[in-house]
């Protein structure tokens, strides 16, 4: 049944004012339009936009259920639960009504976006990858599925990427925060700080609570040595809700440089509370207690130390695969008698067929090497400089390199912590560059090597 002329004509206001930004009396118009005929499924889809617009998420819900009943056949108000359903935790259920909508319409590329999201949250990182490039597929020039693909990119370390698809979504849209958001973190991964700072200040004046946004900014403050306003914004990240282990550390490494050991301490340790697997933060955490000369502290966090150490090992030695790897930098301790027990080094991890010519990672590991330390125009070449210029332990994840340096082949940057008595006896020797490593599976987030037996 069609919706009276009345109700009808106060939707249309409502489009106006909803356009216009005027989204209170957007709403107000739409609740008399519902008011006039509560049958009419547009009106009811309409408000769930408004109410989530407005972080009412559950009121969204009951709007777009509404519209649900009336209008079944309609995938707008499917995705637009869906999307509700995201904000508060219900990922299932998001991922139940993106389905449905793409099922009623199979050319709904903001549906196929939405589930791309939630995939994410989900961890299924191959159906998420899925979802956003069959959202590109069908609308390549709308900026939200740009945003998506250099978002999804991004969280999976590919920052080369990233970089591309963010850029042309800010260049759409470059009033967008979320978009400015990401590519001044992806620039900021990047080591263009400079660059990064223009985006992530003009993302935090259009979402001043978006925490990780403060997160960000910090990074780049920090990597440009402005460490007063980095503590500020980590301050600021942690105040509005960014809880990761990364910004106490962070934060942690400048009250040290301060010589402000006690509070230095307290960051660190919070940070191993919420991530106890993550050795940098207890070696941070021993050179605080070394400063303050702490004895039965020191003594306790090496124990800690080599506990770490020696599970680690058996887990990913029962758990892992066999592949080989290329060193690319390396502490000379490593290789000479004398060596405390704290060094690492960078590696490349290839799968298989490239891992088959063992000259072809050599030759590709001292091509890497050679960027360390410089600063390149190119961005792929850019990114892995940035990768093996940093100190070691600082970025602990395995990233992909640049398919542009590899000629196409998939091959990994691993940042490695290694402890002495794990080496292989009289097999790590200067000058050798691959040898096999047992390697903990998995394509994404952290991953720790161990020389194979």
Not at 45 to 56: D, K, P, R, S
Not at 103 to 131: H, T
Request: aromatic share 12%; hydrophobic share 40%; charged share 25%.
């Amino acid at each position: 049944m069609s919706p009276s002329a009345a109700a009808v004509r106060l939707f249309e206001l409502a489009m106006v004012d909803y356009a216009a930004g005027r989204f209170d009396a957007a709403q107000h118009l739409l609740d008399q339009a519902i008011s006039k005929d509560p049958e009419y499924a547009d009106a009811w889809t309409q408000l769930g936009t408004l109410h989530y617009l407005g972080e009412a998420y559950e009121d969204a819900i009951r709007a777009y259920s509404r519209a649900i009943q009336l209008a079944p056949r309609d995938p707008l108000p499917w995705t637009g639960r869906g999307t509700a359903y995201e904000k508060i935790g219900e990922y299932h259920q998001a991922l139940a009504d993106h389905t449905a909508a793409i099922e009623l319409d199979p050319n709904f590329d903001a549906a196929f976006a939405n589930r791309g999201s939630v995939q994410i949250e989900l961890m299924n990182l191959a159906a998420a990858k899925a979802d956003f490039e069959r959202a590109y597929f069908l609308s390549p020039h709308e900026a939200d599925n740009l945003y998506r693909m250099g978002q999804y990119y991004f969280e999976m370390g590919y920052y080369s990427e990233a970089y591309g698809y963010l850029n042309q979504a800010v260049e759409a849209a470059p009033g967008n925060g979320d978009y400015r958001f990401y590519r001044g973190a992806t620039l900021a991964h990047l080591n263009r700080p400079d660059l990064a700072l223009a985006d992530l200040n003009q993302a935090i004046a259009q979402l001043p609570q978006f925490a990780r946004a403060y997160t960000f900014r910090g990074l780049a403050h920090k990597l440009l040595g402005n460490n007063r306003q980095a503590f500020d914004d980590f301050s600021a990240a942690l105040r509005l809700g960014d809880e990761s282990p990364d910004v106490y550390e962070h934060r942690a490494d400048l009250y040290f440089l301060a010589q402000r050991y006690e509070e230095a301490i307290r960051d660190y340790s919070r940070a191993i509370e919420i991530d106890p697997e993550w050795l940098p933060s207890y070696y941070n955490r021993l050179d605080a207690y070394k400063e303050l000369r702490q004895n039965d502290h020191i003594q306790r966090e090496l124990r800690l130390i080599d506990q770490l150490f020696r599970s680690r090992a058996t887990e990913i030695a029962k758990a892992g695969k066999r592949l080989p790897v290329a060193i690319v930098q390396a502490n000379q301790d490593l290789y000479e008698p004398g060596d405390s027990g704290r060094f690492a080094f960078g590696v490349l991890s290839f799968e298989p067929p490239y891992c088959e010519d063992v000259q072809a990672l050599s030759d590709l590991a001292v091509r890497i090497g050679q960027l360390k330390g410089t600063l390149c125009t190119n961005p792929a070449e850019n990114e892995v400089a940035v990768m093996v210029s940093h100190e070691m332990g600082s970025l602990n994840r395995r990233r992909p390199v640049p398919r542009e340096l590899t000629g196409g082949p998939l091959v990994w940057y691993v940042d490695l912590w290694l402890h002495r008595p794990f080496l292989p006896k009289e097999k790590l020797i200067r000058g050798q560059r691959v040898l096999s490593c047992i390697a903990e599976p998995g394509p994404d987030g952290r991953v720790e090597l161990w020389p194979g037996k």
